[in-house]
């Protein structure tokens, strides 16, 4: 058998407590969730022109807003993770979830532009526990041949809220009169999220499996390898989206209303491509869906490389970015909480931290190095590079999910 031809997920012995109708409503919760909190990954950026003119600063200052938020939402992964396994999910997201909300009221009442970024900072800290809450929840609500697309739809949800206040808050703006009000709405879905889940979201029993060292679960080679995965799909992703807009505006003359929807279909084909994913990994092996997706990536990375590109080539650059980020990722957390089912929540943490950094690292560094040789060129053969190069971790990742009752 070849290095990469590993055999389909195997339906394993553990498997959830609930039953098939209790699943869905878990499953469905989840993504309310997913969708209420992911929407503050992005949703000063469309209102950033009439942030801009109201507090007076520049695009370098805005850039910071989206720092902020992601700084602390990784910040929040490894702790959130461990806090998540000793509590529980359920206790731990109606928090985080109300959190959000006075993180966006917050914004809506901001007075200055240093309160603005307190409060990007202030929002990330709860969307980081959000989302290793939910993934673990799901994690153990769907425990069972129906986990890897569950996690897709969940991983879905959170690309579907990311883009959809992209294409939503500028007409939200006009009808509301306002920036303010807009930010209100965020909190508002934020609050509606967390009475769904407080009054219909299943109680879901984390068991009593041994949580296992902690310095292990962090030093932990697999874990890492999936990091490096994250970092090559999602992290990729975001990047690519930030600048793609950049370069079909002000390289390829696209309108900036176009040019935008393009932008963000590198974020919307998650929602399709997620659960997409999850569904593959039930019928092939883990390392031929991480290696194809990542040969997407790449290759539509190199797509931006010649000089002069059509409109027609820029897009399909986009979606095989768009589809190949998706593919792996409900793969790549079902493993990570299979690797530590004691320190589900923890481990999925580490993962997508990793691929964080790679939005916080990335991000500056093409825009450096366009400055740098004048092109983008360089900037997009780097990141196709990065994704060829994680090619060959693969390899060193199991083939097989770990028995349970492991770490």
């Known amino acids: ?8 997920v195997h339906v394993v012995a553990r498997s959830s407590s609930l039953s098939g109708k209790a699943q869905n409503a878990a499953v469905l919760c989840g993504c309310i969730v997913a969708f209420a909190y992911s929407a503050n990954y ?19 200052l805005a850039g910071f807003l989206t720092t902020g938020i992601f700084a602390t939402h990784a910040g929040m992964q490894i702790p959130g993770g461990y806090i998540v396994d000793r509590l529980g999910s359920k206790r731990v997201l109606l928090f ?6 006075l993180g966006n009221l917050g914004m809506a009442f901001a007075g200055a532009y240093w309160q603005l970024l307190f409060f990007k900072i202030f929002t990330g800290m ?20 129906r986990l890897h ?14 883009g959809f206040v992209i294409l939503v808050e500028p007409r939200l703006y006009l009808l509301l009169h306002g920036w303010r009000s807009t930010f209100l709405v965020c909190g508002a879905m934020a609050l509606t999220a967390a009475i769904v889940w407080l009054a219909a979201s299943p109680t879901v029993e984390f068991g009593a499996r041994p949580p296992g060292r902690f310095h292990e679960m962090l030093l932990a080679p697999q874990l890492w390898f999936l990091g490096l995965m994250q970092m090559a799909t999602f992290g990729i992703s975001v990047v690519v989206g930030s600048w793609v ?48 997706s990542l040969l ?11 000089s002069a590109i059509s409109l027609a080539t820029a897009l399909s650059g986009v979606v095989l970015v768009g589809i190949g980020i998706g593919l792996p990722y409900a793969a790549m957390f079902s493993r990570a909480g299979a690797l530590f089912p004691g320190r589900a929540a923890a481990a999925m943490g580490l993962v997508n931290m990793l691929g964080i950094l790679m939005i916080l690292g990335g991000a500056p ?24 190069a994680t090619c060959a971790v693969v390899p060193l990742i199991d083939r097989e999910d770990p028995a349970p009752g492991g770490k």
């Open 296 to 306: 997407m990536v790449a290759l539509g990375c190199f797509l931006f490389l010649p």
């Open 126 to 145: 709860g969307t980081g526990v959000c989302f290793v809450g939910g993934a673990r929840y799901i994690h153990e609500a769907t425990a069972g041949p």
């Open 42 to 60: 992005t949703n000063h950026a469309p209102l950033a022109p009439a942030l801009m003119r109201e507090f007076g600063f520049n695009n370098a």
């Open 1 to 8: 058998m070849s290095g990469l031809g590993d055999s389909p």
């Open 365 to 388: 560094l093409v825009g450096h190095l366009a400055d740098l040789t004048g092109s983008f060129k360089t900037s997009f053969a780097v990141l196709a590079g990065f994704s060829l």
């Open 149 to 162: 697309v569950a996690q897709g739809f969940f991983g879905g949800s959170i690309q579907m809220g990311a």
């Open 96 to 101: 985080a979830l109300i959190w959000v909300a």
């Open 245 to 292: 807009v950049i370069v079909l505006t002000k390289v390829m003359k696209v309108p900036a209303t176009r040019a935008g929807l393009i932008g963000s279909l590198v974020l919307l084909l998650g929602i399709v491509s997620r659960p997409l994913g999850g569904f593959l990994r039930r019928h092939m092996g883990i390392r031929p869906l991480f290696v194809g």
